[in-house]
């Protein structure tokens, strides 16, 4: 079974330019998670979709950030003037239904360096 | 919201030892505590997980303990092996937060041959 793909695996951004993030979940999940991941921290959710709604978008920079999954099943996060704050590991998961099990499942990233 | 702490930040041991990695949490009406392993340039791996309704769970090598009274867990990992020196994550959902997962800063091991 093929995982959760992420592209591109690097990205390297001057302050104030734009970057899009493309992730591919597991076929079958309805939920998609994208977090973000600074250097030596844990994770942390940005926003998470069920199908094409968003659920929580609480934690996403909403002047700067945005995040799609129109039909359900790939899903974009743009950045839109990047700052170096914003450097960081992107991580996008999926898992099914209330994901209180083994297959919340995480792609292997995007990292983000803005210079 | 719910806050996750981790300790140690760091530790190295030699091979065959074993490693404790604690984790503490605040929000009483967290239910599900999966863990997961990190190794340089590769993606989060789950490795085990427990639910508020058990005490403890073990698989091969690994032994994870839960407290819900003073909301701690303990991850064992015994005869530790090069293979696995990597950052173990410690994570928690709450059932008010849907599916989100907050996690622990991380513990960084590693396992000297």
């Known amino acids: 079974e093929a995982g959760v793909t992420q592209s591109p695996r690097y990205a390297v951004l001057q302050e104030g330019q734009a970057v899009s993030f493309w992730c591919d979940p597991i076929?079958?999940?309805?939920?998609l998670y994208w977090y973000q991941q600074p250097r030596d921290q844990g994770p942390q959710l940005l926003v998470y979709?069920?199908?094409?709604?968003?659920?929580?978008n609480s934690q996403l920079p909403s002047d700067r950030f945005s995040a799609v999954r129109p039909k359900g099943t790939n899903s974009t996060l743009k950045i839109q003037s990047a700052k170096q704050g914003d450097t960081a590991t992107y991580l996008c998961?999926?898992?099914?239904?209330?994901?209180?099990?083994?297959?919340?499942?995480f792609g292997s990233g995007t990292r983000l360096l803005v210079i | 919201g719910e806050q996750v702490e981790q300790l140690p930040s760091s530790l190295i041991v030699q091979e065959g030892a074993s490693v404790l990695i604690n984790c503490s949490y605040t929000d009483s009406a967290s239910v599900y505590f999966p863990w997961y392993k990190q190794e340089p340039g590769k993606r989060l791996q789950f490795i085990i997980d427990i639910r508020s309704n058990m005490e403890r769970k073990q698989t091969q090598r690994l032994t994870l303990l839960f407290d819900k009274k003073t909301k701690h867990l303990s991850l064992h990992i015994t005869a530790t092996q090069p293979g696995d020196s990597a950052i173990y994550f410690c994570?928690?959902?709450?059932?008010?937060?849907?599916?989100?997962?907050?996690f622990g800063i991380g513990t960084r091991v590693l396992v000297r041959p």
């Open positions: 076929s079958g999940h309805d939920t």
């Open positions: 994570s928690v959902m709450t059932n008010s937060a849907g599916n989100k997962l907050t």
């Open positions: 979709f069920r199908d094409e709604a968003v659920i929580d």
């Open positions: 998961a999926s898992s099914l239904g209330r994901g209180q099990n083994s297959d919340y499942t």
